[in-house]
């Protein structure tokens, strides 16, 4: 059982370019999340997902998109990557009550020059 | 509503002595609280939950935390640290239904031989 698995595990992009970031989950959870992690600023809501063919906003949006065609797939895309988006980006899933814990998955480090 | 803080961003300790990691929430509704923790290089993993059952919460790797609704209170605490329980500490808080926590924004445990 692979729970939550991420791709790429690091990733150094140039300014400008455009990015997807993988996430794919095998314990049919309807919840999924992504997350940015920063020295100091703990963990961020990026977006998230309740269900399949749904998706909101989180904390800090802006200049990120994600999809959720299936239950499984939660990929998150940067359009034009910035440096301020260097991060290391961690998915995540739940059940979806607020009584589950989150599984997280072992996260990307995206370095934007 | 809801929030989390996490008192002091670093906690030191000697290995083998009391680890206390602090976490005070805010909840307008019975809340649902988490600590997790992450190794460096990982993603968060679940140390323990309160989900209104016993107020005192065993988890893994002789962690275990107790919900005082008086204090607002779920601090985290371990008798005698291990060198291996050198991580990052998140408290999380979930409440009113919804699937989507409010984590604090972290502490660092050091171990010192």
């Known amino acids: 059982i692979a729970g939550i698995t991420q791709a790429p595990t690091s990733q150094i992009l140039a300014a400008g370019r455009r990015m997807t970031l993988r996430c794919t989950q095998d314990m049919r959870h309807n919840a999924m999340y992504w997350y940015r992690q920063d020295l100091g600023l703990g963990l961020r809501l990026i977006h998230y997902?309740?269900?399949?063919?749904?998706?909101g906003k989180g904390e800090v949006p802006d200049g990120y998109s994600v999809s959720r065609a299936n239950t499984d797939d939660f990929p998150l895309t940067l359009a034009s990557a910035v440096p301020s988006q260097t991060s290391v980006y961690f998915c995540a899933s739940s059940p979806g009550s607020s009584y589950n814990e989150q599984f997280f998955g072992p996260g990307t480090r995206l370095t934007v020059l | 509503a809801q929030s989390v803080t996490q008192l002091g961003s670093h906690v030191s300790v000697s290995e083998g002595a009391l680890v206390l990691l602090r976490c005070n929430y805010s909840s307008s509704v019975p809340p649902y609280l988490f600590w997790y923790v992450q190794y460096p290089n990982q993603g968060l993993q679940l140390l323990l939950k309160?989900?209104?059952?016993?107020?005192l919460v065993k988890g893994i790797n002789g962690f275990e935390a107790e919900f005082k609704k008086s204090e607002t209170s779920f601090h985290l605490t371990k008798p005698s640290a291990h060198m291996s329980d050198a991580a990052e500490y998140f408290c999380?808080?979930?409440?009113?239904?919804?699937?989507?926590?409010?984590f604090g924004r972290g502490t660092s445990l050091i171990v010192h031989p």
């Open positions: 997902s309740n269900t399949a063919g749904t998706t």
């Open positions: 999380a808080v979930s409440s009113g239904g919804s699937y989507i926590p409010t």
């Open positions: 309160y989900t209104s059952a016993a107020t």
